[in-house]
């Protein structure tokens, strides 16, 4: 029976469609929380301007930033580091499919048949890839932190910092290692789960009856 395009790519949309839907939610009751200060202070947002506020950017880039550093983090110590009976782990010794040197077959990839600097992108695309974006995450929520801590600012009549001045302050700081700590927890917790615990049908878990010691996924 052939599948069609839903089922083919169901994972992805079910996923896109819940970012969607938080995005959407965060805005809302962000904006809602925001405008209650700015009612405060006698002042009107409406939800259009809402947008444009470092409240609004540094909230999402908060943990936009943070979640790619955990799977750049994770892409590339996976290539050295093992865990011995992880469902998350290579196995412990030999090669592995991923280890291999590429070789040009019919249906390989564009960069494969080309080879030389594009293969050597190619081939690290994943954890560039990554780091791009986690590069541009962490830029963009130092932004808005740091425009939404000078909104504050002249709410409150106090005064506006220079980007030299703000770096040190500890607002963002503490916004950046709360969202990275939670981020190595939540790793550090699949990692170890999977020695033991087990699900039945997911890609993510050993077959239920492997031993606990056995690193990989079977």
């Known amino acids: 029976m052939k599948k069609g395009f839903f089922y083919k790519n169901s994972l992805s949309i079910c996923f896109i469609t819940l970012f969607i839907l938080a995005l959407i939610a965060q805005t809302y009751f962000g904006w809602q929380e925001l405008q209650q200060e700015y009612h405060d202070n006698k002042m009107s947002l409406s939800f259009g301007e809402y947008l444009h506020t470092g409240h609004f950017i540094s909230a999402t880039f908060e943990n936009f930033q943070s979640e790619f550093l955990q799977m750049a983090l994770y892409v590339i110590v996976t290539i050295f580091l093992r865990?011995?009976?992880?469902?998350?782990?290579?196995?412990?010794?030999?090669?592995?499919?991923?280890?291999?040197?590429?070789?040009?077959?019919?249906?390989?990839?564009?960069?494969?048949?080309?080879?030389?600097?594009?293969?050597?992108?190619?081939?690290?695309?994943?954890?560039?890839?990554?780091?791009l974006l986690f590069v541009f995450s962490w830029a963009m929520h130092y932004l808005g932190s740091y425009y939404n801590q000078m909104e504050e600012n002249v709410l409150h009549g106090k005064p506006v910092l220079s980007h030299q001045e703000f770096i040190k302050e500890p607002t963002f700081w503490f916004e950046t290692f709360q969202n990275w700590q939670s981020e190595f927890l939540s790793v550090a917790s699949i990692i170890f789960l999977t020695i033991y615990l087990r699900q039945k049908g997911s890609p993510e878990s050993k077959p239920v009856d492997s031993p606990h010691m056995e690193t990989g996924k079977g």
């Open 83 to 131: 865990q011995i009976g992880s469902a998350e782990s290579k196995k412990l010794d030999g090669k592995e499919a991923v280890d291999r040197e590429p070789r040009y077959h019919p249906g390989a990839p564009y960069a494969v048949k080309k080879g030389g600097w594009k293969l050597l992108i190619y081939q690290n695309s994943l954890s560039i890839a990554f780091i």
